[in-house]
């Protein structure tokens, strides 16, 4: 089949009725989630997997994506209107959306975060499409040590550029790797920290963690923020369209928001949070009133949430080319394709077409169904915001529980998943970021695989982990990503010593 | 302050994960390795990540802030901590023994009465509203096994 056959069958995969209703779904929910604060995609993400263990995996797969995008459209509603973002991506576009809406332009600045996000959304798709087979042969090359030292790589950038401290990304990092070493091993049969407990054999499912690091610690510290006062909800003015002079002011930043965003999504580590930082940053550094930037501009709306949007595309393409996911909400993503006993990586391509095709069809699908749906209902989503926080975080909890334990079926689970809530919420209150955790959940048996297979193959000898220069160059950028901020805070503290005067 | 304590709790950890390798029997049939050599790898980096954290918490130049932090959430949050995880955790191992719809029905009247502060009618229609909503999309459309518990359904 030619490439382009493939890009048409997976069209008619994503057009299939059940399968639109379904990107449909996801993408509304995912708006809902992205406009309550508190509840980003990842939590949402890990709330809705077991409920969709009963359906075909495509179709699983296209609702989950939606609902990924989805929450990147909704998370700049409560930003705007709220000067809360929906989820941590959305913080950038807070600083100019709300002043916009203060000044009752709130319609404007709702109208370009659309705008933005749809032009950004497809143009990402297309990247996607065009980059993620080439990049998928180039992984064909890639044996059991580059497969290592590519994992390394992966979980060294999102340890380092998660959270204030490369040391407490580490931690949050290894501790995740621990708990992936529990259960059966698979190599020599034998269980490894279960305690003798039968339930643990089967390991603990990313799942399990993710619904307690996300759902349970979140629900958490909102009772303590709800309990201290609400936030207020600004009324949406003016019309929820652009001035032609708003949109001159808008479509560059657009462009350059967009580039950014999808080049930074395709490199692990820090989500589509740097990314909306690196472009609030190049419009406020270019621009000839720099001062105005915090008072309602437009520039510093279109540009990073354009970034947010793209970096979506860029996320897809190493996840489903390489099977690295580049943050939390690809790593929940990942463990759905796992769940679903598909392989993301070289293999996909050729192995699941319709799956993976099907998925990125829906992905141009679901872009336009967010830009036509968010516009027009945008007062309905908001209306989801003067949700009473008392009802809604009980209500949050038990869909929670409902989802761990229909994973299977076990009491346990949920005694886990209130331990890793427990465990999230001392994350959240020391600074530890918990994407880094999660992510090598996901990845800790497959890293121990390869690692394993590596030293087989060599008969116990570890050079062959730098035997190629594939491994040796993304074990450099491993180690450069966690030494470099390192070397360039201690550069940093000489430099200070040596301006101050000696006392 | 706080990366010297979370160096002692790595320290502590990857001392209780050196006594679960310990535990692990050596079976070493066509793996050169073994099932304990990547866990030690792990114990070893653990270690080395609470000896940086203990470098990093060293050079904070002071430990007051973080004190004034510690001091604030026992005075301001512990409490409300304490009772939300309680509750959380009740419900939890009541989900089983009492079943979903009782536990839920318990768990949302208690803590949306105790969370909202509108009129009182409110959380009890949302309580009886989505338990029963909830019961029916789960169990009867998306075919979840939830548990009976008391209630003979």
């Known amino acids: ?503 | 302050m706080v990366n010297v304590i979370l160096a002692l709790v790595a320290l502590g950890i990857a001392a209780l994960y050196g006594l679960g390798i310990a535990a692990i029997p050596q079976m070493m049939f066509g793996d050169v390795l073994g099932p304990t050599a990547y866990p030690r790898l792990l114990m070893i980096l653990l270690i080395g990540v609470a000896g940086l954290l203990l470098v990093e918490g060293m050079r904070e130049k002071s430990w007051a802030p973080a004190r004034a932090n510690l001091r604030a959430f026992l005075r301001e949050d512990a409490l409300t901590f304490v009772l939300a995880a309680g509750a959380v955790l009740a419900f939890f191992l009541l989900f089983r023994p009492l079943g979903y719809l009782l536990s839920t029905l318990l768990f949302l009247l208690v803590s949306m009465l105790v969370l909202y502060r509108g009129p009182r009618w409110i959380p009890v229609a949302v309580t009886l509203g989505f338990c029963g909503a909830s019961y029916l999309i789960f169990v009867h459309a998306f075919g979840t096994q939830l548990p009976r518990g008391l209630l003979p359904f």
């Open chain 1, 1 to 503: 089949m030619l490439p382009i056959d493939h890009i048409l069958n997976g069209f008619s995969v994503a057009f299939q009725f059940h399968n639109l209703g379904f990107a449909l779904l996801g993408c509304v929910l995912g708006t809902l989630v992205g406009v309550l604060p508190g509840l980003g995609p990842a939590a949402g993400m890990a709330l809705l997997l077991p409920l969709t263990f009963g359906m075909e995996p495509t179709t699983a797969l296209i609702m989950l994506a939606g609902m990924y995008y989805g929450a990147m459209y909704g998370g700049s509603t409560t930003s705007i209107l709220i000067n809360t973002p929906g989820e941590a991506s959305s913080v950038m576009t807070a600083i100019d959306g709300y002043q916009m809406a203060r000044n009752g332009r709130a319609g404007a600045a709702l109208a370009v975060s659309a705008i933005a996000s749809v032009i950004a959304g497809t143009f990402s798709v297309i990247a996607l499409t065009l980059m993620a087979v080439p990049l998928a042969r180039f992984g064909l090359k890639f044996g059991p040590a580059e497969h290592f030292a590519i994992l390394i790589f992966s979980m060294a950038a999102v340890s380092s550029l998660t959270g204030k401290s490369v040391a407490r990304g580490l931690f949050s990092m290894v501790i995740g790797l621990m708990i992936s070493t529990i259960g059966i091993d698979l190599q020599s049969g034998m269980p490894r920290f279960t305690g003798g407990n039968l339930e643990l054999q089967d390991g603990i499912s990313f799942l399990v963690a993710a619904v307690g690091f996300f759902a349970i610690a979140e629900v958490l510290v909102n009772v303590e923020e709800h309990l201290r006062g609400n936030s207020t909800v600004l009324a949406i003015k003016g019309r929820l369209w652009l001035t032609a002079e708003e949109w001159r002011r808008s479509y560059m930043p657009i462009i350059r928001g967009t580039l950014i965003g999808f080049f930074k999504g395709v490199i692990p580590g820090g989500g589509a949070t740097i990314s909306t930082m690196l472009s609030y940053s190049l419009e406020r550094s270019i621009h000839k009133e720099k001062e105005k930037f915090g008072t309602g501009m437009i520039e510093g709306v279109a540009g990073p949430e354009a970034a947010n949007n793209a970096a979506v595309g860029g996320h897809m393409v190493p996840l489903l080319a390489l099977g690295i996911p580049t943050g939390t909400t690809t790593a929940i993503l990942l463990g759905a394709f796992i769940i679903f006993g598909i392989q993301p990586g070289p293999l996909l391509f050729t192995r699941n077409p319709d799956v993976v095709w099907g998925l990125i069809g829906s992905m141009y699908i679901g872009n336009l169904m967010l830009f036509v749906l968010n516009l027009p209902l945008i007062a309905l989503f908001v209306r989801v915001l003067h949700t009473p926080t008392g009802i809604l975080l009980p209500l949050i909890l038990v869909i929670a529980s409902i989802g761990v334990y229909s994973i299977d079926n076990s009491a346990q689970d949920l005694l886990l998943t209130w331990c890793f809530g427990i465990a999230g919420y001392a994350f959240k209150k020391c600074d530890i970021p918990i994407a880094p955790l999660i992510l090598a959940m996901v990845l800790g048996g497959k890293m121990e695989q390869s690692f394993r297979q590596s030293m087989t193959i060599s008969g116990g000898d570890p050079a062959i982990l730098w035997s190629s220069w594939i491994a040796v160059l993304f074990l450099a950028l491993a180690a450069l990503m966690v030494l470099g901020p390192l070397v360039l805070r201690l550069l940093r503290r000489r430099r200070v010593a040596q301006a101050t005067p000696a006392q």
